[in-house]
C-alpha cells in the first residue's frame, strides 16, 4: 500500500483514529537509570545480570544445547521480534520521534503499551518485581508527559498480590498521574507439596486467573480500579504455559497465546462474579482478537442452559432414574449377553461410567447443592449481554480476519472490538500501511464504515472514559470524545 492510500481512507473519515495498543521498545541502559534511582545500584546490577541484559524472558534457552532444551523443555524465545527499518526503530524508541511520526501513520491519539515491561511482572523476588514496576511507571511518565496531547503511555501494575497491586496503583496514578495501567490477569504460581522437588523452578504449577479460586480475593484489587477510574487493561501472555513450551518453534508458542491467557482471565471474571459484583469496571483485552471472545461468549450460553442447577436438577440428578424400571428393561433386553447376570451390580452401584461403585443416592447427595453458576444472576440471555458484552472490549490487529465478527448482525453477538496498531513489534515492518490494512474490511464489504468508526474510535473511547470522563481532557482527540459523549447522552466533564 502507498501513503496515497492512507490519505484516502484518511479523507473518508469523520472522526480521530484512536490506537488501542500501540508499542514502544525500552531500552535497558536508561530503564537502568531510573532503577538505579529508585532502587539502587546494586538492584540495578541485579537485574542486568540475569541473563542478556537482564531480559527475563527465557534468553537462557541460548545458553543450553538443543539436547539440554528439550529435555528441560525450555520454550524457543523470540528472535528478530522487531522491524529492521531504521525510521521505525529510531519512533519505537523515542517518544519524541513516535509523537512526530503518527502523522505519517494516519493515527490521531495512540495508548503506547509496553515491550520489555510486559515481562517485568513475572520477576519471582518480590522486592526486585517491586522495583523493577516502580522503576518502569517513574520511567514512562516522564519520559512520555511532553506529548501527551497525542499519546498516553501504560504503566505497569502487578497483580502477582492484591496488597502489591493495590500499593502500585495508587502512585501511579496519584503521584505520576498515569492514565492506563496494564497488568498480568494471569499468574502462574506453584504447587505447594510435601513429595514436591525442593527448586521451586522445578514444581508443578497452575495458573491462578485471580477472579476465582485465586489465592487471594482480589475485590479489593478492582474496587480500586473503579476509585482510581483506571480500566483494567491485559496484555498477558500464556508463552511458557505447559502446552506452550517448545523448545524448537518460537511460532508454535505464540500462535493464540494472547487468546489463550484472555480466555482464562475472562472465564473467571464471569464464573467468579466479578462482572456481576463491579458492573461500572472496564475491561480490556489487547493483542488477541474477538475469535476467542466470541467462543466463549457462546460457550457460557450453552454450559449455562445445560448446566445450571434447575436444568440439572430435571435432567441430570441421578436418582430422577427409575431403578425399577431401568431393571426391567434390561432384564427383558439382556437375556444372552454379558450384561445379564451384572443387572444387579449396574443397577445399584454402576450407572455411571466415570464414578463405579457408588449408587445413585451418594451421587445425588454428594453435589445436591452444587451451583457452578452461583456468582452471577442468570435469568436468560439478557444477562450475558450485561455480565459480558457490556464491559468486555476486544483488541485486534489490523490484519486479523477475525475481527469482522464483532459486527456480523448475522451472529450471536455484537463484540466491542477495538483497533491495535501493535506498532514497533514483528508484525508491523510499515506503520503507514496499518490503517489502510484495516479499511479492507469495509473495501472488502465485512463490515460497515460505521463499524469502522466504532473499530477505530468509539470503543476505545469508551473503554476508558467508562471509566474517567476526563481521560482525554488536554490531548488532540478532546472535542470529538466530548462530542461523542454527548451523542450517548452521557455527561461530559472533559468538555
Known sequence: ?????????????????????????????????????????????????RGAGGNLHSQGWYNLTQDERSRRRV????????????????????????????????????????TMGLVLPNARDPDMRRALVRAYNVMVADLFSPYADRMTPA???ALNTPAEA?????????????????????????????????????????????????????????????????????????????????????VANHLGHFAQAHHAFARGLFLGGVTERFPGLTFGFLEGGV???????????????????????????????????????????????????KIDEIVDR???????????????????????????????????????????????????PTTAWAFDARGDARLKAMFGSDISHFDVTEPAEVLPEAWEMVDRGLITSDDFRAFTFGNVAELHTKMNLDFFRGTAVESDIAAELRQKGQDDRSA
Open 1 to 49: 500500500m502507498t501513503d496515497t492510500t492512507l490519505a484516502r481512507v484518511k479523507g473518508m473519515l469523520n472522526h480521530p483514529v484512536i490506537d488501542a495498543d500501540g508499542h514502544w521498545l525500552e531500552v535497558q541502559p536508561v530503564f537502568l537509570d531510573y532503577l538505579k534511582d529508585i532502587a539502587g545500584p546494586e538492584m540495578a546490577h541485579r537485574y542486568a545480570a
Open 75 to 114: 520454550p524457543r524465545p523470540g528472535w528478530w521480534s522487531y522491524p529492521s527499518d531504521t525510521q521505525t526503530r529510531a519512533a519505537s524508541i523515542l517518544p519524541s520521534i513516535y509523537r512526530q511520526s503518527m502523522d505519517d501513520w494516519g493515527i490521531d491519539f495512540a495508548l503506547v503499551y509496553p
Open 155 to 157: 504503566g505497569l501494575c
Open 166 to 250: 493495590i500499593e502500585e496503583a495508587e502512585y501511579a496514578v496519584k503521584s505520576l498521574g498515569l492514565k492506563v495501567l496494564v497488568m498480568n490477569c494471569t499468574v502462574p504460581r506453584t504447587i505447594e507439596s510435601a513429595d514436591g522437588p525442593a527448586d521451586p523452578a522445578m514444581r508443578r504449577i497452575f495458573i491462578d486467573c485471580l477472579a476465582m479460586d485465586s489465592l487471594y480475593d482480589y475485590d479489593a484489587v478492582w474496587r480500586k480500579m473503579i476509585d482510581l477510574k483506571v480500566a483494567v487493561t491485559d496484555h498477558t501472555v500464556s508463552s511458557g504455559w505447559p502446552d506452550r513450551s517448545s523448545p524448537t518453534s518460537y
Open 291 to 341: 475469535g476467542w471472545g466470541y467462543n466463549l461468549y457462546s460457550d457460557l450460553q450453552g454450559h449455562w442452559k445445560k448446566r445450571n442447577k434447575a436444568y440439572m436438577h430435571r435432567h441430570l440428578k441421578p436418582d430422577n432414574i427409575d431403578r425399577r424400571e431401568l431393571r426391567r428393561l434390561l432384564e427383558k433386553n439382556a437375556v444372552g449377553t454379558r450384561f445379564h447376570d
Open 350 to 400: 454402576n450407572l455411571y461410567a466415570l464414578s463405579p461403585g457408588l449408587g445413585q443416592e451418594e451421587l445425588t447427595a454428594r453435589d445436591i447443592d452444587s451451583n457452578e453458576f452461583a456468582n452471577v444472576n442468570i435469568g436468560g440471555r439478557e444477562d450475558f449481554d450485561r455480565l459480558f458484552l457490556r464491559n468486555f472490549y476486544f483488541g485486534c490487529e489490523a490484519d486479523d
